[in-house]
């Protein structure tokens, strides 16, 4: 990294070698943080990248188990196995659509605490009424 650091006095000054020296301390100090951080961003980015092709790699996985499941108990060809697959997800979509969602607190509440002045309340169930809400 290559890097400018400016330095101004109120009155003309030549700089001591010993100030110089501190100047280029703090500079490559200043630069391997920046460096450093940017190493960091781009670590986490690559280990996000990383899980979801593991998950993927998971997901098909399982497709390529499944479809040799259905060829070999129904004897179907390979196609013929991924299109009951593929059609049999189509139908569990659709199936699935009315299953019970997992419950997530309003925004702003949490289980022990009411949200700040100014958003709204929800006027039911057993922790909005510890909360100060009406149930």
Known sequence: MIGVLNVHHKEPHPHTPEEIGLLTFLGEQMGGAIVRSRLAQENVRLQQ????????????????????????????????????????????????????????????????????????????GPYFAAAGATT
């Open 49 to 124: 990248e990383t899980e979801e092709m593991k998950r993927r790699l998971e997901d098909r996985t399982l497709v390529e188990r499944a479809k040799g499941i259905l060829q070999q108990r129904y004897r179907l060809s390979e196609q013929d196995a991924y299109l009951r697959l593929r059609n049999e997800s189509r139908g569990c979509a659709a199936r699935c659509a009315n299953w019970p969602r997992p419950f997530s607190w309003p925004r702003g509440w949490t289980r022990s605490r009411p949200p700040k002045s100014g958003r709204s309340r929800p006027r039911a």
